[in-house]
């Protein structure tokens, strides 16, 4: 199992979806960024302000990351982690 480090702290997390379809969300908005190793296989997606992960009970989480896109880019693909 590969893992990365990073600092992040949880935005939102999304816990499913209601009757009517929509999607159950609780803000959190940590203050602190942590230091986590984070298994690449949870990580969904990446943008400028995010990474989304999966967690358990089939919710996926927001984690707003402590650099810049381009530094995590970087990092993953020197890893050979990244496709482009």
Partial sequence: MK?????????????????????????????VFVKKLISIDRIQSISEEYVLVTSSHARVMYWEYNCSMEELTKRLKSAGLLIV
């Fill in 3 to 31: 893992f990365i480090e990073l600092e992040v702290k949880t935005a939102f997390i999304v816990h499913g979806f209601d009757e009517n379809n929509k999607e159950i969300i609780e803000n959190i908005a940590d203050e």
